[in-house]
């Protein structure tokens, strides 16, 4: 499996990427999030890669952060959202715009995404909301590490990372702190603030 591709950009395009590594070209299927980031042609890139493998069928997926790369990975365990409907949801709408979207059970932001209906947003919704705040739980452990530091403000970063807006986050970490009283733990403060917002 392919972890990631170090190389040239020989070519980009809407959602393709031709990256040069060692004289052979590798094609890689992007999304426009991707494509806005990556460097002009010519120039060196690290892109992170989805290795896509099916009986009749190889394809590489590339993305220029991890948070896509993991989004992407989690949107397509939903049934019958396969890589391509994948990238063309990570196309629709930016990655904390998406995990906010289904933290807070808006259909309607997901069914504007193309090729997204109700039906499949609501799907994404039920399947993946769990998954998506243990995502945001992870990142945020690893980022910080330990506990120090101030927990409500590394708490509200994480709900802005989900979509929320600075302001509400701040209301929801500061009546999910008096409620709960977390032990000095950045991610259950962030699961009680969530509760908080859900109401």
């Known amino acids: 499996m392919i972890a990631y591709l170090k190389g040239i950009v020989h070519s980009k395009e809407k959602n393709q990427l031709v990256l040069e590594v060692n004289d052979v070209g590798y094609q890689l299927e992007i999304s426009v999030q991707t494509l806005q980031q990556l460097p002009s042609a010519g120039k060196e890139v690290k892109v992170l890669v989805y290795h896509h493998i099916t009986d009749n069928d190889q394809r590489l997926f590339g993305f ?17 959202i396969g890589p391509k409907l994948g990238l063309t949801i ?3 709408l930016p990655p904390q715009e998406i995990t906010g979207a289904i933290i807070q059970n808006d259909k309607s932001a997901l069914s504007q995404i193309k090729g997204i209906g109700k039906k499949t947003a609501q799907r994404m919704i039920l399947e993946l909301k769990d998954k998506v705040s243990e995502m945001v739980d ?17 708490a509200v970063s994480a709900l802005q990372s989900l979509g929320f807006r600075k302001r509400d986050a701040q209301e929801a970490v500061k009546l999910a702190a008096s409620d709960s009283q977390p032990d000095g733990n950045v991610q259950e403060l962030v699961k009680a603030s969530l509760s908080q917002l859900d109401n």
Not at 139 to 154: A, I, P, R, W
């Open 64 to 80: 220029m952060n991890q948070n896509e790369k993991d989004l992407f990975e989690l949107l397509i365990t939903v049934k019958r």
């Open 90 to 92: 990570l196309s629709g």
């Open 138 to 154: 992870a990142t945020y452990t690893n980022q910080s590490g330990s506990v120090s530091g101030n927990l409500k403000e590394e």
